[in-house]
């Protein structure tokens, strides 16, 4: 019987590893504190006392002006009033896809299995990014708000021929990344 469940338990052990070997890393959520919010696409998170920065995969917020004499992008501020509102000091899931090419991770973030990128584009707050997008992000939902929140001409959507993509206007006032 010894022997039984020494065998019953090898087997177990080696499917369990199998599963975590074989799952890519990208579909573990893991679990974090928000600590801060950088602006209405970027996060830092802390885990076990450890902080990290987390660019939220598939979005492109209005950019928050860094240089003194340069106003940032209308709906930047409320943009990163709206993502604080939903995950300031609160634990969230993410669903972490690789790092961007500034090396910061790329990530879905959830809360109460809500998907707070999407929930951001849905809000007329961020737009879908257009750079290159990893490959196993489900980007469907994403586009779907998009139309939705431009058809019913939220937040950034409201300003219409107005509006500049965050991408241009980057390119624009030659801003950098956040950190």
Known sequence: MESMSNILRS????????????????????????????????????????????????????????????PGQPFSIKAKEHLAAFVLNKKVHIKLYGKDASGKWLGEIFLENVNINIRMIHAGLAEVYRGTLPQNLEINAYRIAERKAKENFKGIWELRDQYFSPWHWREMHSLKEPP
């Open 11 to 70: 087997i177990i052990s080696f499917s369990l590893f199998s599963i975590l070997f074989f799952i890519p890393a990208s579909s573990l959520a893991e679990q974090f504190i928000i600590i801060r919010v950088y602006d209405g696409d970027t996060v830092i998170v802390s885990e076990n006392g450890r902080e990290t920065t987390i660019r939220l995969v598939g979005i492109d917020a209005p950019e928050i002006s860094t240089k003194q004499h340069l």
